[in-house]
């Protein structure tokens, strides 16, 4: 009975060889709160405005009249 070791491990005699890939990179993102103050500008307009309110006002004049005397 033969016994034929073809490439078995154990018996091999190159020695162990170590190569690198390229870097794989990978992202972690982290995300922390920004304050953006949102400025809203307001105008404020007085406007004022003329309404008509009656208000009543009386002119008169006087004059003195004579009556004739009664006839007697």
Do not use: A, G, W
């Amino acid at each position: 009975m033969s016994h034929h070791h073809h490439h078995h491990h154990k018996h091999c005699l190159c020695p162990e060889k170590q190569v690198f890939d390229p870097p794989t990179r990978v992202y972690r993102d982290f995300y922390h709160p920004q304050i953006v103050e949102v400025v809203h500008p307001i105008e404020i307009v007085n406007r004022h405005h003329c309404v008509p309110v009656p208000k009543h006002v009386y002119c008169y004049t006087v004059k003195d009249e004579f009556c004739p005397s009664p006839v007697r």
